[in-house]
């Protein structure tokens, strides 16, 4: 999938289900730059792993995004908006092909973290954010860079002089 059609298709109406406080171009960047990373936006499915979504949810994390004390309850409201079970199984099942339920899911895990969303352009800044909420196995720093450039040019084109 492209970028505008993850942002039309899956981002927009997952932040329409979310707190507007949720909803920020700096989110944005965070999700195109991470599903990216993960998938490249083109495996729903984890290549020989357990992860599922364009977000690569494993179990556990979409388990900790619904039992979390900040994000639980939306999580749920989320869940049912989508009319999947409330339960961690249902979610991760759910969430292969049900991308604004991925995309809800992607979000609130990021506003979990305590710290702020790094400014757009924070590269570094961004990369720190994903290893703390993402935890990847095995992080590939040396494409970070120009996927988070890609996903920061999605949301945020830069001007025609």
Same mark, same amino acid.
């Given at each position: 999938?492209?970028?505008?059609? @993850?942002?039309?298709?899956? $981002? &927009?109406? +997952?932040?329409?289900?979310l707190? &507007?406080?949720?909803?920020?171009?700096?989110?944005?960047?965070? =999700?195109?730059?991470?599903?990216?990373?993960? !998938?490249r %936006? @083109?495996?729903?499915? *984890?290549?020989?792993? /357990? +992860?599922? &979504?364009?977000?690569? %949810?494993?179990?556990?994390?979409?388990?900790?995004? $619904?039992?979390? !004390?900040?994000?639980?309850? @939306?999580?749920k *409201?989320?869940?049912?908006?989508?009319?999947?079970?409330?339960?961690? $199984?249902?979610?991760?099942? +759910? @969430?292969?092909?049900?991308?604004?339920?991925?995309?809800?899911?992607?979000?609130? #895990? =990021?506003?979990?973290?305590? $710290?702020? #969303?790094?400014? =757009?352009?924070?590269?570094?800044g961004?990369?720190?954010?994903?290893?703390?909420?993402?935890?990847?196995?095995? /992080?590939?720093?040396?494409?970070?860079?120009?996927?988070?450039a890609?996903? =920061?040019? +999605?949301?945020?084109?830069p001007?025609?002089?």
């Amino acid at each position: 999938m492209t970028l505008p059609d @993850i942002r039309a298709q899956a $981002l &927009s109406p +997952a932040l329409a289900l979310l707190p &507007s406080r949720m909803e920020s171009p700096q989110a944005e960047v965070m =999700l195109l730059a991470i599903g990216l990373q993960e !998938s490249r %936006f @083109i495996h729903r499915r *984890q290549i020989g792993g /357990p +992860a599922k &979504s364009f977000w690569q %949810f494993e179990l556990n994390g979409v388990r900790a995004v $619904l039992k979390h !004390s900040v994000v639980g309850d @939306i999580a749920k *409201q989320c869940v049912g908006v989508c009319r999947v079970e409330p339960d961690p $199984l249902s979610v991760h099942n +759910a @969430i292969e092909y049900d991308d604004v339920l991925a995309a809800c899911m992607a979000r609130l #895990l =990021l506003y979990a973290d305590p $710290l702020r #969303l790094p400014a =757009l352009g924070d590269v570094w800044g961004a990369w720190d954010l994903y290893l703390r909420t993402w935890r990847p196995g095995k /992080p590939h720093r040396g494409t970070w860079d120009a996927l988070y450039a890609q996903a =920061l040019e +999605a949301v945020c084109p830069p001007k025609a002089a």
